[in-house]
């Protein structure tokens, strides 16, 4: 795995390895993401200049919890601000700028967990008390108690190491990928057509 260092960090029954991890941007993949042909030479390069400074907030962690393990991948919420605020200045750029924090995610998850490019899903583990405890001393709670969502935008949850794509999901029944609905992360490939 390219640029991945592992700091470990110890809790009571869960144990953190923070990842730092940068991966390297695939034009070609963002396109097929994004949905775009081409990528004019400003926005290319603002996409760019955006791609090295969100590397700098991303967060990476495998974390132990018992016997199960987990990857998380994360942007914090200035990111999501700043996507909020693209959006509003101009929806075209929002959109690309939204792209490209999920493209960011993914990108990591797929270096990390290359078998789920494969699988076209990262799937979501059921969260138990101490993934939910642990998720909201990351910083990235659930959205409430009973939900099985992050309340980040731009944040991914899977199993580690891969153990299988969407069957496995603990979200499959709300899955937008699942129900013939736009996803949310969705691996470039996998659209439906």
Known sequence: MRGIHVENVMNT?????????????????????????????ATLERLETLWEEWQEKLSACII?????????????????????????????????????????????????????????????????????????????????????LLSRTYAVLTHYPYKGGCEICHLKEQCPKGSGEESSVLLPGFEQA
Not at 14 to 41: C, K, T, W, Y
Not at 72 to 94: H, I, M
């Open 13 to 41: 029954n869960v144990q953190i390895n923070r990842l730092a991890i940068h991966p390297g941007f695939d034009l070609e993949n963002f396109l097929a993401m994004s949905h775009e042909s081409r990528i004019g030479g």
């Open 64 to 148: 132990q919890a018992g016997k199960i393990s987990y990857l998380a991948v994360w942007l914090p919420e200035s990111v999501e601000d700043s996507v909020e605020r693209a959006w509003k200045a101009q929806a075209s750029e929002g959109f690309l700028i939204h792209c490209l924090a999920q493209f960011l995610c993914m990108t990591v998850i797929q270096d990390v967990l290359p078998e789920i490019e494969e699988g076209g899903c990262a799937p979501s583990p059921r969260p138990s008390e101490t993934l939910r405890q642990t998720m909201a001393e990351l910083g990235i709670p659930y959205k409430s108690e009973t939900s099985a």
